[in-house]
């Protein structure tokens, strides 16, 4: 039982945690010398993550975070045993994630806004966007609805997968695929906003490591997923081939 004497009045944490991770990208870009920013002649030369790479981080956490739903009796690692390290040792609430899961979307909104060239032409990514959202959105609300688990807090039945995750890591992903060129910290500080929403989301007691890891991993096989399809919808609208890398 967590004594509510002991947790802590959050709200101007909240505030200044969120603000300062959501200017994390922001910050990285802006430190970046002009020419690198606004003057790319061709996005062709900017490395491009490795295509693999991309896709081992989702069928890593996925299948992990499926493979810790069950109760193992006894054993030192499943959903319960850490849920019960943590609010053991940690004695925390805030609202700062509900929030913080839209920062790296915030930050991948301002900097194309702020004229920061992408992989991507601005309509091209905007639509992108909107489809990896979409289809995050889809698989996340179809499985809160089918799976019916109950939070850890025992607040309702819609505990799997972490929708909060699951924004997070789809807009830290659109960030990394779109600017990663620009800046290594514009990425790093997308996915560490994205991380600090899964690590509130169980130190907030709304849900199971479980959640979290299927959710971060539904984000990034979204927006892989959307780039994917993205160039195929398009030529099938007859619109001109998009300029996505």
Known sequence: MINPNRRLNTSFPSWLLSCWLMLLPVMAAVGQPLNTVFQRASWD???AQPTTFRWVAPTVLIPL???LLPDYPNSNFDRFYVRSQIQDKIHFRTHADDFLQ????????????AGVKGRSQPLDRVLIGVLAYGISTG???GLKHSTNELRPDGSNYLSFPSG???NA???ASL?????RGVSPWIPIGGYAMATSTGVLRMTNDKHWISD???GAGIGLLSTEVAYRVYPWLKRKLGRHKPTVH
Do not use: N
């Open 175 to 179: 960030l990394d695929r779109e600017f």
């Open 164 to 166: 909060h995750t699951a």
């Open 65 to 67: 975070g499926l493979a």
């Open 45 to 47: 030369s900017i490395p």
């Open 212 to 214: 979290v890891l299927v």
């Open 139 to 141: 698989i996340v609300l």
């Open 102 to 113: 839209y920062g790296p979307a915030t930050a991948w909104a301002g900097l194309s806004l």
């Open 169 to 171: 890591f789809t807009g």
